[in-house]
């Protein structure tokens, strides 16, 4: 998968950024870059983000809650989507996520 980039300014979530589950290995890489204050989140659903009308969204067990630093984080194990939701504050948090496999 080729480097997907999405961002969010102000309170709000991001559009989500749908991962391949085809790959073999999945393995996902991503980095959150803030400019400003912000609190954010990156979160993941198991849900088709293409055909389910309100996905499930969990939190990442490490990159949660983060205020106003840049931070780095993977998922080993297959996930649907992810994205980033900022909590609070009305800086910009922009998320790259790039998984392994086909480019």
Same mark, same amino acid.
């Given at each position: 998968m080729r480097q997907q980039v999405v961002s969010q300014t &102000? =309170? &709000? *979530? *991001?559009?989500s950024i749908p991962m391949n589950l085809d790959s073999n290995p999945f393995n996902v890489g991503f980095g959150v870059v803030v400019t &400003?204050? =912000?609190t954010y989140t990156v979160q993941h659903t198991f849900d088709n983000p293409w055909t389910t009308a309100n996905p499930v969204w969990f939190d990442h067990p490490t990159i949660a809650a983060k205020v106003s630093v840049n931070a780095d984080g993977n998922y080993a194990f297959p996930v649907a989507a992810i994205k980033v939701v900022v909590t609070a504050g009305a800086g910009t948090a922009a998320l790259t996520v790039i998984q392994s496999g086909i480019a």
């Open positions: &102000g =309170v &709000g *979530s *991001s559009a &400003g204050t =912000v």
